[in-house]
Antibody, heavy 117, light 110 residues
Framework: QVQLQQWGAGLLKPSETLSLTCAVYGGSFRTYYWSWIRQPPGRGLEWIGEINHRRSTNYNPSLKSRVTLSVDTSKNQFSLTLNSVTAADTAVYYC???????????WGQGTLVTVSS | QSVLTQPPSASGPPGQRVTISCSGNSSNIGSNSVNWYQQLPGTAPKLLIYTNNQRPSGVPDRFSGSKSGTSASLAVSGLQSEDEADYYCAAWDDSLNGYLFGTGTKVTVL
C-alpha cells in the first residue's frame, strides 16, 4: 500500500520561505515522478512541479522563478521550497505520485500554509 | 496561458445522469491523455479516470470518461448523494511542459 505523508511549517510571514517535505512509503520511489500541487482556499488546483529520483524536474512556468524541488532517495522523500511568499501563496499544498500512464494516483494528506503578517 | 475550461457547476436529482465537459487545445487535450479527479469536501483529490476512459480499481462503473479532439467529458450515471464533490480534468500541456488542471466543476445532488 502506497502512502504519502507530508509535513512543514503552516504559518509564514510575507517574504519568508515555504518548505514542505513528503515521505513515500511503499511502492518504488525510482519509477515515478513526484509532484506538488496547491489549492488556495475555495479555489481550484494548481500544479507546481515534479521531480524524479534522477533530480529531473518540470516546473509550472508561473512559479518557476521561486520554486525549487529536491529529492532524498536514501529516505524516499522529496521536498518543495518556495521563496519570497506572499498572501497569494496561501493554500493547501499536496504532494502526489505521478504515473505517466495513470496520472496522480496517490496523494498526501495536504498541508495548509497561511502567509500573513 | 493554457487553460482547461469546465462549467463551474452541474446538478441533478438522485439517479440522473450528469455530464461535465472539459475544453482544451491542441497542446494539451489534443495531444495528451486526460485524467479526472474527484475531490470530496475537505479531502485530497482522488484519481477517478485515467487515460481518457480508464477507471482505477474501486471506482464504480457509474463513472465514465471520453475524449474527442481537444475536448473531454466525464459522465456520472445513477447520481448518488455521495457523488457531491468537485471534479477536475487534467492533462499534460506540451507548450507549458507542465501538468494542467481544469477550472473545476462542483456537482450537486438535488
Amino acid at each position: 500500500q502506497v502512502q504519502l505523508q507530508q509535513w512543514g511549517a503552516g504559518l509564514l510571514k510575507p517574504s519568508e520561505t515555504l518548505s514542505l517535505t513528503c515521505a513515500v512509503y511503499g511502492g518504488s520511489f525510482r519509477t515515478y515522478y513526484w509532484s506538488w500541487i496547491r489549492q488556495p482556499p475555495g479555489r481550484g488546483l494548481e500544479w507546481i512541479g515534479e521531480i524524479n529520483h534522477r533530480r529531473s524536474t518540470n516546473y509550472n512556468p508561473s512559479l518557476k522563478s521561486r520554486v525549487t524541488l529536491s529529492v532524498d532517495t536514501s529516505k524516499n522523500q522529496f521536498s518543495l521550497t518556495l521563496n519570497s511568499v506572499t498572501a497569494a501563496d496561501t493554500a493547501v499544498y499536496y504532494c502526489a505520485r505521478n504515473d505517466i500512464l495513470t496520472g496522480l494516483g496517490y496523494w498526501g494528506q495536504g498541508t495548509l500554509v497561511t502567509v500573513s503578517s | 496561458q493554457s487553460v482547461l475550461t469546465q462549467p463551474p457547476s452541474a446538478s441533478g436529482p438522485p439517479g440522473q445522469r450528469v455530464t461535465i465537459s472539459c475544453s482544451g487545445n491542441s497542446s494539451n487535450i489534443g495531444s495528451n491523455s486526460v485524467n479526472w479527479y474527484q475531490q470530496l469536501p475537505g479531502t485530497a483529490p482522488k484519481l477517478l479516470i485515467y487515460t481518457n476512459n480508464q477507471r482505477p480499481s474501486g471506482v464504480p462503473d457509474r463513472f465514465s470518461g471520453s475524449k474527442s479532439g481537444t475536448s473531454a467529458s466525464l459522465a456520472v450515471s445513477g447520481l448518488q448523494s455521495e457523488d457531491e464533490a468537485d471534479y477536475y480534468c487534467a492533462a499534460w500541456d506540451d507548450s507549458l511542459n507542465g501538468y494542467l488542471f481544469g477550472t473545476g466543476t462542483k456537482v450537486t445532488v438535488l
